[in-house]
C-alpha cells in the first residue's frame, strides 16, 4: 500500500479537522463580529481551494511546457500541478473545500448560540445554516466557471505563489 492516496487524504484530513476544530472552539470565545469574520473568511478559503482544484483539472499542461522551455518562474511546478491534477484536485476540492464546510458549519451553530441564546434556536440555526451552505455551493459554482475559463493562469498563479516557499529544481 505504498503511496495510497486514500490512507494519506484520510489522515491529512483527520489532522485538518481537529486543527481547524480546536481553532472553531477557540474562536467561539470570541465576539460576533469576529467570528462572522471567521465564517466567512472559512468559505471564501473553501472557494479559493474548489477554483484551484477545478483549474488543475482543466489547465492545458503544453503552455506550462513552452514556459518551462523560457525559464519562466513557476512553470515547473505548474507543470507538476498539471500532471497530478486529480491529486491537487482531490486536495483542493475534497479535504480543504469539505473541511472548510464542516468548519464553518460548525462556527455558524456557535454564532447562533451567541446571537439568539433566548429563542428558538433550531429555527435560526436552520435559517443560517441554510444561508452558509448557500453561500458556499453558490460561491463554488460561480468559482468553477472562473476557474474553467482561466484555468491556466489561475495554475501558473498557483504555482508562482508555491515557489516563494519551495524552489524550482
Known sequence: ????????????TLILAIIFSLVANYLGTFNN???IICIITIILIGIIFDIIGTAALSCDVKEFHSRASQKMKGAKKAID???????VSSFCNDVVGDVCGIISGSLITVLV???????DLSFWNVLFASLTSAFTVGGKALGKKIAIKNANSIIYTVSKILTIFKKEK
Open 113 to 119: 448560540v451567541n446571537l439568539f441564546i433566548n429563542s
Open 81 to 87: 500541478i498539471a500532471k497530478n491534477a486529480s491529486t
Open 33 to 35: 463580529i469576529i467570528l
Open 1 to 12: 500500500m505504498k503511496n495510497n492516496w486514500t490512507l494519506k487524504v484520510f489522515f491529512l
